[in-house]
């Protein structure tokens, strides 16, 4: 079983998480997307196995107009820096996943240039998409070339030419291989020529096995292009749409039609494919500005933790921020967030999203298990997740009224694992009371909640500052000790200690930097 299969995915849109500038205006690279390394307790405590950057590489605007495939935007910081946060993310068990624009680029990508330069003379004019001298470009080019559904600074690739899909190629490894990067999103799958995906497919597999391919797609058959000879996965757009609408409409039954034609123990068209699994991302609206009342999303959540397919989540969303498409802009959807301050945001919805992962690593069912709906009504639905004789129940309501459910269950005795409580069994019989909005996970064996039996405390040796040795900070900056000194006036000892990524000094108390955050050390050597 890959490692993409049991995964919970962080989905961060970069240029906006960063508070980068709108357009790519050249410069000295600033480091902004170091701030990610900030967040690496914040992924851990929410169970996050992978972190999917959007787009990364040097581009005119919004990302999706790539100038250098193997370059990080300068926005963003440079490929020393990147490769920092990739071994950081590395260390701390989180995969890296990049998005892939390959489909095609912006108008001051190199090859392009070339062809503004040189005409006709160029030699990458096969490059381009439909690319000819016969008339102007909408942009006022001295030629004509397909731009991307029409948008003209978005210039489609030629991917039936060998040259550029060596080009592409390249780029990929050249990621993997440096960067040791986990896998891709590809952006745009459908519009990319289906031998591409079997070319690629190769290259990465056979450079590493468990290399994720995931492509954007929004309509059409799944299988298409999840399949053994091209991707892993696909954008589970039906579910998108289907789990928040079904609570919009109080019609639980359209997602539940959903997921058993997709995953369904009856035989499901997608069965065999691990889809990815989202409630909102870059390109739509926000949960939190999508659905109709607040007191929907844990519902949201817990379906789209439960259902099959790979869960993810968009930054800030674990918060419940709120974002909305206006004047056919996205910028409200990809904003700049301080994690100090989104933490006195939507703290209950936090706890309960904290919760799902600690159960969904729990589970082996709830990760991989078969879908079978068990009671289905327009504002109720239990469903239980079964693998290998383990099965999972999970219950929703989404009513402002109580209710009472029963149904049939091989087990003896019930525990829901989302609130700690038992649930009552007789006779073959699970009897289950809800209170409104709530969800339930309910399962035999509750290894969730229960207390680890307590250790004896450890021996405490006192620990001391050495002066040249590394350290990283809990937030995941590495600092090298200059010298242990004394204040002039009160005598305390003081740690001067340097930034290994950017230079800068600083000093603090001895006693603060020998300190805990938590049960965390503040600062731990390294080696």
Avoid at 143 to 158: A, I, M, P, S
Avoid at 307 to 318: C, D, L, Q
């Amino acid at each position: 079983m890959s490692w993409y299969e049991n995964a919970i995915i962080y989905h961060i849109y970069p240029i906006g998480f960063c508070g980068a500038p709108k357009f790519n205006e050249g410069g000295e690279p600033v480091r902004r997307l170091e701030k990610v390394l900030e967040w690496i307790p914040h992924l851990k405590e929410m169970n996050v196995d992978a972190v999917y950057f959007g787009p990364v590489f040097e581009s005119v605007e919004h990302g999706y107009d790539t100038i250098d495939y193997k370059m990080i935007d300068r926005r963003l910081g440079d490929n020393a820096m990147f490769k920092h946060i990739c071994d950081q993310l590395h260390e701390n068990g989180i995969r890296v996943i990049l998005d892939g624009v390959f489909n095609h680029v912006g108008r001051k990508f190199w090859a392009f240039t070339d062809i503004q330069e040189k005409g006709q003379n160029s030699p990458y004019c096969g490059w381009f998409q439909n690319l000819n001298f016969g008339g102007q470009s909408p942009c006022g080019d001295p030629f004509w070339y397909e731009g991307w559904n029409g948008h003209y600074n978005l210039v489609k690739l030629n991917l039936q030419n060998p040259d550029v899909c060596n080009y592409l190629l390249d780029a990929v490894g050249y990621w993997m291989d440096e960067f040791k990067i986990d896998g891709i999103r590809f952006d745009a799958a459908d519009c990319i020529d289906f031998n591409f995906w079997r070319t690629i497919r190769s290259f990465c597999k056979s450079r590493n096995p468990e290399f994720w391919l995931m492509g954007e797609i929004i309509h059409g058959d799944y299988n298409r292009w999840a399949n053994p000879e091209m991707l892993d996965s696909v954008t589970n757009y039906e579910c998108y749409k289907g789990i928040w609408s079904s609570h919009n409409d109080r019609n639980f039954f359209e997602i539940d039609y959903s997921i058993n034609r997709q995953s369904g123990a009856g035989g499901g068209i997608y069965r065999n494919i691990d889809l990815y699994t989202f409630v909102d991302n870059h390109d739509v609206n926000r949960l939190a500005s999508t659905v109709t009342d607040q007191r929907y999303l844990p519902s949201c959540y817990t379906l789209m933790y439960t259902m099959p397919g790979i869960p993810s989540i968009y930054y800030g969303s674990e918060y419940g921020v709120q974002g909305r498409k206006e004047n056919n802009s996205d910028d409200n959807l990809r904003p700049c967030l301080d994690l100090g301050q989104m933490q006195s945001e939507n703290t209950a919805l936090y706890a309960h999203i904290v919760k799902l992962g600690r159960i969904y690593k729990a589970y082996p069912a709830l990760r991989t298990g078969g879908y079978r709906t068990v009671i289905i009504r327009n504002r109720q639905m239990i469903y239980a997740k079964e693998l290998n004789g383990q099965t999972v129940y999970v219950a929703l309501n989404i009513d402002d009224q109580p209710c009472d459910l029963q149904f049939g269950t091989h087990y003896g005795a019930l525990v829901d694992v989302m609130n700690g409580g038992s649930v009552h069994v007789d006779n073959g019989n699970a009897f289950v009371h809800m209170e409104p909005f709530s969800t339930m996970i309910i399962v035999h064996d509750d290894i969730v909640n229960v207390e680890p039996e307590p250790k004896a405390a450890p021996v405490q040796t006192p620990r001391e500052v050495a002066e040249g040795q590394r350290y990283r900070h809990f937030k995941g900056g590495e600092y090298t000790v200059l010298a242990v000194a004394k204040h002039t006036e009160t005598q305390e000892e003081m740690v001067v200690y340097k930034s290994d990524a950017t230079g800068d000094v600083w000093v603090r108390p001895k006693s603060m930097f020998l300190d805990k955050k938590g049960d965390t050390d503040r600062f731990t050597k390294i080696g």
